[in-house]
Nanobody
């Protein structure tokens, strides 16, 4: 059993910043890729950013230059620093981790989601 717990969402004005964090725990042997997704009302879930175990990153075009993903392999955490936030960034943000469990199984795991609202 693997759990992902997110924190850091909230209400922020346009142009402001927020930092999301996600901590993984449970029957973890190792974590490969980690990512953040988001889902706005009435829209499909979309990929925001990914980071490999080695630290290579990729971003959606809509957030490049504004968001930064990072991870701490020792602590099994991933973070998303969001700057210059726009109203269109409003969504529920989900943490995702590709985990190899202690039983040798590779599982795709999701957090419960955290709401980010950008509004004046």
């Amino acid at each position: 059993q693997v759990q992902l717990v997110e924190s850091g969402g909230g209400l922020v004005q346009p142009g402001g910043s927020l930092r999301l964090s996600c901590a993984a725990s449970g029957s973890i042997f190792s974590i490969n890729a980690m990512a953040w997704y988001r889902q706005a009302p009435g829209k499909q879930r979309e990929l925001v950013a990914t980071i490999t175990r080695g630290g290579s990153t990729n971003y959606a075009d809509s957030v490049k230059g504004r968001f930064t993903i990072s991870r701490d392999n020792a602590e099994n955490t991933v973070s998303l620093q969001m700057n210059s936030l726009k109203p269109e960034d409003t969504a529920v943000y989900y943490c995702n981790a590709r985990v190899r469990t202690i039983w040798g199984r590779d599982d795709d795991n999701w957090g419960q989601g955290t709401q980010v609202t950008v509004s004046s």
